[in-house]
């Protein structure tokens, strides 16, 4: 962004002078320099005393919360409302790709008007510091990654309740017109209550490519998205059998971590038989995991809705009712 500063010099000097568009194509062209620049903008809104330095738009970012392989999450407020959000940073070495940068955008329009109860808000985007910042609801809550790794494998009726869940929130952007393209289990929240909330919808990358320097993605992506081919809902619903394999045995359906041999893998090989780990798995589980895991698409479950129909009987009298925030009892009432 723009600064101003006066200079004195004690002894004479010679100065280089470097265009805002010299530097723009310099950044374009070399990695190491978008980096150092994601590094610097973060640092500066983490450490900075000024206001002026941490405010994007109409948004004061507080502190910084989590990162991931394609952002830097930081809490915020609306300097006006003085409401709590979740605002989120685009790496540069993205920010600064014209192709992912112009989906980017557009996408983060369009997903800010999807509205359900299990996929995290979109509220606006704002441009500063030479990247792109998506404003997002505040939800307090771990991911399902965090929670597998101090309890790697979930009880069954917690395993149903998280599923049919994420599926009700894929289901209903499905109908949308959007696909997820990177649903795992750093990007499911479940709330203190239980509740669960899809992050980054259908901003995680551009369809029909693949980038390898997003790690954890991979273990959990369809055959399909490896081979750089096209991705549909069908891709969501092998990538939501392999995290549902995880949270019933207790680990990755491939527990490889070399990435050629993981991708080789996910294309030429079968997922395991989940029953070898966990014996009295109940058949519709069972059956969920198979069909939505094979390798060719025309061989799996079609549509979100055939596994919400499929799980939802044998939730009912497995999974407690849950409580109604206050804003719902009222919805409820009226």
Known sequence: ESRFASVFADTPMKLWKLEREQFEEISEKHTDLRIFLTELVSNRLESSTVTSDRTIGKYCINHKLGQGAWGIVYQGSHTVLNKTMAIKMLKHTMAMDPDFSYKFRNEARTIARLKHENIVRVYDIEESHGTVFTIMEYIEGVSLRNLLDKIPRLPLSVVLDILLQVCAGLNYAHEQGFVHRDIKPANILIQP??????????????????????????????????????????????????????????????????????????????????????????EALHYFIKRATQRNPSARIITVWEILRDLQPHANNMIPERKLHAGEQQKKLS
Do not use: N, W
């Open 193 to 282: 209550d239980g509740r669960a909330k899809i992050l980054d919808f259908g901003l995680a990358c551009c369809p029909g490519t693949i980038d390898f320097c997003l790690p954890g993605t991979v273990y959990y992506m369809a055959p399909e998205q490896i081979d750089g081919e096209s991705v549909d809902e069908r891709s969501d619903i092998y990538s939501l059998g392999i995290v549902a394999y995880e949270m019933i045995s207790g680990q990755r359906a491939y527990p490889e971590d070399d990435l050629a041999k993981l991708m080789d893998l996910h294309v030429r090989a079968d997922v395991p038989d989940p029953r070898v780990l966990v014996p009295d798995l109940p």
